[in-house]
């Protein structure tokens, strides 16, 4: 992983909410880059994976029924 194109590692820093909800959502689909895994289990907080999970998996389910409902409504069932 590199911070610019001259090569220089980056740091490994937490993981701020934008890149938990990004990890979260990868996970989701079994996605993962290594460095970001390893940047997650090292400094993550789990109680922010765990919510964040709950609410991805609430969101998840209220976008898949809210498609099946437009879906059948169109189709006339």
């Known amino acids: 992983m590199t911070d610019n194109d001259q090569g220089s590692p980056r740091k490994l820093l937490p993981p701020t909410l934008w890149q938990v909800a990004k990890s979260v959502m990868a996970a989701a ?10 940047r997650d289990f090292k400094y993550g907080k789990a109680g922010q994976f765990i919510v964040l999970g709950i609410v991805f998996t ?3 389910v209220f976008v898949v029924w809210g498609l099946v409902s437009l ?3 169109l189709a006339g069932v």
Do not use: A, D, N, W
């Open 29 to 38: 689909f079994g996605v993962q880059k290594k460095e970001v895994l390893e």
């Open 71 to 73: 879906v059948i409504r």
């Open 58 to 60: 609430i969101l998840f």
